[in-house]
Nanobody
């Protein structure tokens, strides 16, 4: 069992930056890839970024490539999402997800564990 807690969300102006964190409990943290997903009101949950178990491979949605950076610190059981040059379309609840079936893809259905989410609101 893995418990995930996101933090760092808030209100930011367009063009600004925000850093999200996802802290995980359990000794299996570095056994799994970690993903960031987001869900805007009235929309389905969508893939944002993912990072492999060791951190050596990173994956991004086209919509955030070049603006967002995913990283992890296995010693701290934490994964991060640095968000730069944000725009109003980035407004959503951001979730981290993981699990033994998750390999860093865009398929949220393969994540067995989710955090409660953190709200990011970008004002224009």
């Amino acid at each position: 069992q893995v418990q995930l807690v996101e933090s760092g969300g808030g209100l930011v102006q367009a063009g600004g930056s925000l850093s999200l964190s996802c802290a995980a409990s359990g000794r299996t943290f570095n056994s799994y890839a970690m993903g960031w997903f987001r869900q805007a009101p009235g929309k389905e949950r969508e893939f944002v970024a993912a990072i492999s178990r060791s951190g050596g491979r990173r994956y991004y949605a086209d919509s955030v490539k070049g603006r967002f950076t995913v990283s992890r610190d296995n010693a701290k059981n934490t994964v991060y999402l640095q968000m730069n040059s944000v725009n109003p379309e980035d407004t959503a609840v951001y979730y981290c997800g993981t699990g033994p079936r998750y390999y860093g893809t865009s398929d949220a259905a393969t994540c067995d564990y989710w955090g409660q989410g953190t709200q990011v609101t970008v004002s224009s």
